[in-house]
Antibody, heavy 118, light 111 residues
């Protein structure tokens, strides 16, 4: 069964790097036609697009985060990763990974809450 | 501020219909037929309800439909049911380097 599962620390200190992994089961992140992306949602707020990666390695980032974010893939482990550096309290959110086709996220992980606090 | 504009909240009675708008520009909604709509219940991940402006994924009720006119897309829900009460988000492909942009979300209350 196709599933996405986010994992990583639930608490990150200000100015440090947030690192999350999305493990994909039931599909290959190397398969063409799909993008794989990260989306976040601050508590009580709307969805915020972080960025996406195509199987070829091309990446696309939200301009507001571009200087701090890196999305990459480990095809041997079928995992997608997110790194966001120099975090502040404003980066506190539920982080979702998703499978995307024609800009539609048809499959989502359950999400993981990351809190930025000292 | 979100790239796409949605009303913050709407409300209707059960059995009625509702249309939620999503306004963008020619660089996103108006320029491509890649508009999607998501439903999100509290504490849950968003669920894709409409893609490619008006297509429904398998399993999504026919009460949900999508359309587009110019730079504005719309989601219509007919025969409202209590379970439709949720937050709804639109998104679109964008020609900017971002790839995808979201609307700010609309809270639907079924009275």
């Amino acid at each position: 069964q196709l599933q996405l599962q986010e994992s990583g620390p639930g608490l990150v200190k200000p100015s440090e790097t947030l690192s999350l992994t999305c493990t994909v089961s039931g599909d290959s992140i190397s398969r063409s036609s799909y993008y794989w992306g990260w989306i976040r949602q601050p508590p009580g707020k709307g969805l915020d697009w972080i960025g996406s990666l195509y199987y070829s390695g091309s990446t696309y980032y939200n301009p507001s985060l571009k200087s701090r974010v890196t999305i990459s893939a480990d095809t041997s482990k079928n995992q997608l990763s997110l790194k966001l550096n120099s975090v502040t309290a404003a980066d506190t959110a539920v982080y979702y990974c998703a499978r995307i086709k024609r800009a539609a996220a048809g499959l989502w992980g359950q999400g993981t809450l990351v809190t930025v606090s000292s | 501020q979100s790239a796409l504009t949605q009303p913050a909240s709407v409300s209707r009675s059960p059995g009625q219909s509702i249309t939620i708008s999503c306004s963008g520009t020619s660089s996103d909604v108006g320029g491509y037929n890649y508009v999607s709509w998501y439903q999100q219940h509290p504490g849950k991940a968003p669920k894709l309800m409409i893609y490619d402006v008006s297509d429904r994924p398998s399993g999504v009720s026919h009460r949900f439909s999508g359309s587009k006119s110019g730079n504005t897309a719309s989601l219509t829900i007919s025969g409202l049911q209590a379970e439709d009460e949720a937050d709804y988000y639109c998104s679109s492909y964008t020609s900017s380097s971002t790839h995808v942009v979201f609307g700010g979300g609309t809270k639907l209350t079924v009275l």
